[in-house]
């Protein structure tokens, strides 16, 4: 798979940037059962990024897209940091060569199926939907890549193979991939890859902020990644499409289309019975348990059984079943507008001649591709914005991303945390925590507290 040092980065990038062992559908196959004309399937409308998004997810995608603003990749500032590297993984040419290397499935009736298959799904999601290709390698894998419109999928023939006469099962695999586009992870996956193989390539010149650093900065993408990996199992969810008749239809048609990446067989399986297994085993066997969430660690993708119970919490207990009622007119837009904001309990983050000073604070709300940033404080350990009037476009299911940076004109402002915030229609007042590290819910008890007055019109 990796052929050159040259080829590396786009291997990287093009194979598990967005790949994996992801998956598809339906409507486009009608059943053959006698029934199947009286089966409805429900599709939710207006389906936004952040209602399929996990909070680390959209959380690591702020921080990873802000480094690739703009179309000329050249430009970006993390490929300028990493010289020439990032400028030869996105040579057009190359990875027109890539491509070349593949089927392009457009106006072949051979490959009608795909084609509808992707353009129905990508209707449910509301994007463009990218050219298709199929690859002839063995691997079972599908990934969508690109660094901008239009954007490619790529459909390995062992995975259609599989697939084939599963069209609900593949509609979960295309939903799935069509998701990576939904959320603008692409971006962001092509700078964790650079990231990585700047870090991890065998000639690479190591100086200490790689050595020291560069742990660190690959557990943090991979574990972003994993995060990534869980929003679109929703997106392939909800464009397998829920049954009138059986609620709980489309959960199991993503229960086996993910099982069906480990056997790899055109058996349908019990997963409930395969997770008591594993289940079984992360009990009883305590060293099993450990080894499997170290290998976890070092993987672009959460392992199968991870996957499942995620998804299942999903369905069941997350808001896809908000979603589903989701079907009639678009409501009329209302406004989310933001009247103060209050910290209280900012750590010292300035170390100069050997003592700890107060942060100087500067707070930036985004929410809704949209951000407002207040000036800066001075040694304020408890800032506090009042008579604001931050306006942004309300989103159900959207999470204000609030951060503190901590002014500083010689080194740049750093950041000092994030809290993610929600709001309810009814409601005028929220709080949250600051969070030190976005990973998991941090263990020390005395983090900054946020509150926030606002007002949903
Ligand atoms: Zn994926």
Redesign the pocket.
Known sequence: MIRSRKTLVICMVLACA???R?VDAQLLFPKRSPNSDTTVRIFPKYVSKYDLMTDVDLLHCRYLGSLTEGNRVEDWPVVGKLASLGVRAFNAKTVADMLNQRFPIRDQAAFADIQKTVDECAGILEIDAPHVFIDPTAELNA?VTGVKAPYYMVINQRLYSLYKDKPEEFRFIVG??L??LKCNHIRAHVVAHVFLNAILGDDAEHGFKEKYIAPFLVYELLYWHRA??LS?DRAGLLCVGASDKNPEHAQKVAEQALTRLLHGTHNDVDVDKYLEVVTDFEVNEPFVAVIRKLQGISKT?PFVPERLRQLRQWAQRGNYKTLLTRVAEKPVQRKLVIRSISIKGLPDTDYGFGKSTKCDPIVVASYADREYKSGAFTNDSNPSLGNLAWEFDFTENGRLILEVLDYDTTTGNELVGAGLLQFAVNESKTEGELRLDVQQQSTEVNLPAIEVSYEVK
Do not use: K, P
């Open positions: 967005l790949s994996t992801d990934y799935h991939e998701g990576h990534s990996e679109c993708h």
